[in-house]
């Protein structure tokens, strides 16, 4: 048993975790990141990738179900950790590590996952975000409904997924529109976020968006700064650059490590990181070619959505903007919240990798469930 | 059907290459495996260094770590999955990538002496479209076979002119043998005098190993796209394919562009290893520097920029060759 | 002998899976059924020492079925990867077709006188392969390449529905122009 033995070690020594923020708990997730990166572990992408599914904060009724649905489709050895208090990390990360090593346990699991004589996991097509596998019926709610795939009309639904219909694409032909959420647990996602999409190849037809709250409100959220500094390293990760990605993440930690000098309100002199970092995007051709004319918003849109008034122009400059403003102190006061029914409008007609990059480099300073002023949100 | 499968060349063609037993297929397996061990331990050390400050050194050894939680992982499958054409696109990758090496000589032996071995390679880069788009599609799901989409829409912007900078140093050797092109090269390495071709085949190694720049096919925005939905052995076996794909591009390159197993000092089989070894650091060192490139935004680049470049350096290359001859 | 029976395997497979392409109920599967007869076919090729032709073989059908597997999922309809559906239709009339077709072939290969052997190919079969088509026909090969570009060009050009019109405005001076997906260059 030796060999199993060192394996089993050397796996957990390696995992992989599915960090899930609910909405207010953003700074509970950021030091959560940091401590599973300062442990050596990585972060997982999709459940699939993932070994621990750990949860920061408590999930509202509908997100609960959502995480459990995420939480059915980790392949297992699993582990799964609700965290509540910043200062039970470490705590709670151990305990993972020794619940990945529990042989025993993970012998007994796959048959106390329910469905698991049909297939192994029984996710359906896109529903890895966190979502069932009735893609296109929204009526269904959040609930599981693996169990009701019978009680479907095999022939239009196969699998329980009802096919895909046609509809006009932006060139005229007719094309598959295929209904897709996207969220509420997805890496560099807004948290709590849904989209409910159509999907045309990979091209947002129509939108949707609504919003998982938490149990309860008095959340665990970051400051101004950090939050702008995860945005940051959001856009980059979306972009494609790991590295760049990676080094914002380190200025982002670097105030809570003491591996740089505080930058305060107080003390606007940016930290020798942050100067680096701000050098390194603003050198990079590549990054303001792919990000040039993403999402552009004019004025008057960003007025509508209720967003701060530098939030105009590309996905470039507000990336740029971000990167300038870090250590400008906070507007007194606070902004109002952007009603989650704007935020499909400007991703509506991009394709999937560019929505993204937009939602990600746009200031939402906290969601708000609430109806927008002017409901025109989906078009298409 | 009595004659020997594989033709050599005339004896014209340079310091000869021995075609060895084929049992010694065994060997490019295993150096296959190294390449893409050290390939994918020089990764880690890379991301460890910029992920944290100190102890970057001990990241080396990160690639077993992540095998072995692979191996302890559970498969997994989804609703409605095509299994079979799942998992063979996994599989294929690495099996591409064995029989690109497979006409690469190191120093003077080699295991298959085609006498169209560029245009084997080449084939064996085009498998990889097909394979990738199965990873993507097998798994009826969302993200990935967006994923497998956009790979095939940087296949479309990569592909041609891969295939014209592959034809250069052809051309400049006359001839579409490995061992012949390596020997073609007395003197003036091939990447020296045809730099557009050597650039362009860099990207399109990176292009088919969806490396780097174009790993938009395994992004984070699409929650890991190809491989969203692998777990357990099939991703350790779809990445470990993508590790080999790069590895065997960086070995073809040693022939094509770099003057083969030739060098002062070590045996040629050692140059051959340590040229390829450097293009394999280049390749993986490159991916931290750039971010990717959107695929609806490279279609242009590759048919407007690389392929007219490519082009117009086949025909410098072709020039210069019916002037010298 | 191992030649021989690999050849024979090969064409059996090249068969199988070209009756599979019609037996198989998903589009995917039709089309790399379809592409590993091919392949197979291409290395019987190589098996016939012709190397060029063999590799070419496996190449251009592997592009070519990884890129109809993109337009058969794109212009059918419904989630292919989920609805089974089936591969034949006019059933009768092809299967007679087909049946006939073999037949006629078939006949051909027993019934023609085929020659001996005469000498042996040259040690460059590519080279001569090369000459063989390209050497007298040279200048036909460079008039017919560029008129098929260009008929390639002018085919889509015609059928796009959107004109320079369309994208640089009525009087062709708006830049950028207006396009729903903007390209890499920025022209």
């Known amino acids: 048993m030796g060999l199993r033995e060192v394996l089993a070690r050397s796996a957990a020594r390696h995992a992989h975790v599915l960090v899930v923020e609910v909405p207010g708990w953003d700074g509970l997730r950021m030091a959560t990141e940091r401590a599973v990166l300062e442990r050596g572990w990585r972060l997982a992408w999709s459940p699939a990738d993932a070994d621990v599914l750990l949860v920061c904060g408590p999930p509202g009724p509908r997100l609960a179900a959502a995480v459990d649905l995420v939480w059915e489709q980790l392949p297992g050895p699993r582990v799964r950790v609700d965290v509540l208090d910043r200062r039970d990390l470490p705590d709670a990360l151990a305990g993972a590590c020794a619940g990945l090593l529990d042989d025993d346990h993970h012998r007994r699991d796959p048959r106390a996952r329910h469905g698991a004589q049909d297939h192994g996991g029984h996710d359906g097509p896109e529903d890895h975000d966190g979502h069932d596998g009735h893609a296109g019926s929204e009526h269904h709610g959040d609930h599981d409904s693996s169990d009701d795939h019978g009680g479907h009309d095999m022939e239009m639904s196969p699998g329980g997924i009802p096919l895909a219909e046609g509809g006009d694409d932006r060139d005229g032909l007719e094309m598959d529109v295929l209904a897709v959420r996207l969220g509420p647990v997805l890496p560099h996602w807004p948290a709590g976020l849904v989209l409910h999409c159509s999907l045309q190849g990979d091209v947002l037809t129509g939108a949707r968006a609504e919003l998982l709250g938490a149990e309860h409100e008095d959340g665990d959220a970051a400051d101004p700064r950090t939050r702008a500094l995860d945005r940051v390293v959001s856009v980059l990760a979306l972009a494609g650059w790991d590295d760049a990605a990676e080094r914002a993440r380190r200025v982002r930690d670097a105030p809570a490590t003491g591996d740089a000098r505080p930058t305060t309100a107080d003390h606007p002199t940016a930290s020798p990181g942050l100067a680096r970092l701000r050098r390194r995007v603003r050198r990079s051709r590549m990054l303001r070619w792919s990000l040039r004319g993403l999402g552009p918003l004019t004025a008057d849109d960003v007025r509508r959505l209720g967003l701060p008034e530098d939030a105009g122009g590309d996905a470039y400059d507000r990336l740029l903007h971000l990167l300038d403003d870090v250590d400008e102190p906070a507007p007194p006061g606070g902004r109002q919240a952007v009603p989650v029914d704007a935020l499909a409008d400007p991703v509506v007609g991009l394709d999937l990798a560019a929505a993204r990059l937009v939602l990600a480099g746009l200031d939402l300073g906290g969601l708000s469930a609430a109806p927008a002023p002017r409901p025109e949100a989906t078009r298409g | 059907m009595g004659e020997p499968l594989l033709t050599s060349l005339p004896a014209a063609a340079g310091p000869a ?48 770590g992540e095998a072995s939680r692979l191996l302890r992982q559970r498969r997994r499958t989804t609703v409605q999955a ?35 071995g560029v245009v084997w390679f080449n084939a064996m880069d085009v498998m990889v479209w097909a394979l990738v788009w199965l990873v993507g599609w097998g798994a009826n799901s969302a993200h990935a076979l967006v994923g497998g989409y956009r790979f095939l829409a940087h296949g479309l912007g990569y592909e041609l002119p891969l295939m014209f900078a592959l034809v250069a140093p052809a051309i400049a050797a006359g001839s579409l043998n490995v061992g012949a092109v390596a020997a073609a090269q007395d003197g003036l390495w091939f990447a020296a005098w045809m730099p557009v071709a050597f650039l362009v085949y860099l990207l399109g190694v990176a292009g088919f190993s969806v490396w780097g720049p174009f790993a938009p096919a395994l992004g984070t925005d699409v929650a890991g796209g190809v ?84 082009l117009v350096q086949d025909l410098l290359v072709a020039v210069v060759t019916v002037w010298r001859s | 002998m191992l030649v021989d029976i690999a050849f024979v395997a090969l064409g059996v497979v090249a068969v199988l899976s070209g009756a599979a392409v019609f037996v198989v109920d998903s589009m995917a599967r039709a089309t790399y059924a379809l592409a590993v007869s091919f392949v197979a076919v291409g290395v019987q090729v190589l098996f016939l020492q012709q190397s060029y032709v063999g590799v070419v073989v496996i190449l251009m059908m592997v592009m070519e079925m990884a890129v109809m597997a993109v337009y058969m999922v794109m212009f059918m309809g419904m989630n292919p990867a989920l609805m089974p559906m089936s ?67 002018a085919g889509v050009v015609l059928a796009a529905p959107r004109t320079r019109y369309d994208r640089f405005g009525d009087d062709l001076r708006q830049r950028p122009p207006d396009d729903p997906q903007p390209g890499g260059v920025g022209r």
């Open chain 2, 17 to 64: 290459v021995v075609t060895v037993a084929p049992a010694w297929a065994v060997a490019v397996v295993a150096v296959l495996g190294a390449l893409a061990l050290a390939a994918a331990a020089l990764d880690g050390v890379l991301s460890a260094r910029s992920a944290s400050a100190g102890g970057a050194l001990g990241a080396a050894g990160r690639p077993l």
């Open chain 2, 227 to 310: 491989r969203a939905e692998l777990s357990g052995v099939d991703r350790l076996v779809l990445e470990t394919g993508r590790y080999a794909l790069l590895a065997a591009g960086a070995a073809f390159a040693v022939p094509m562009f770099l003057g083969g197993g030739a060098g002062p000092l070590l045996p040629d089989w050692a140059w051959t290893l340590v040229k390829t070894l450097a293009v394999l650091a280049l390749l993986v060192w490159a991916r931290r520097r750039l971010p990717a490139l959107r695929p609806d935004l490279f279609m242009e680049i590759g048919w407007l920029v690389l392929l007219p470049a490519a």
């Open chain 2, 82 to 116: 095509d299994t079979l054409l799942w998992r063979t696109g996994g599989a294929g990758l690495l099996v591409a990538a064995a029989l690109m090496l497979a006409v690469v000589p190191l120093g003077r032996w080699t295991v298959a002496d085609l006498a169209v």
């Open chain 3, 87 to 153: 591969m034949v239709h006019s059933n009768r009339t092809a299967v007679a077709t087909a049946v006939l077709t073999f037949l006629l072939l078939a006949a051909g290969i027993l019934v023609v006188d085929w020659p001996a052997r005469r000498g042996s190919p040259p040690p460059e079969v590519t080279e001569a392969l090369g000459e063989a088509l390209m050497g007298p026909q040279m200048l036909v090969m460079a008039v017919i390449s560029p008129v098929m570009v260009a008929t390639i060009v």
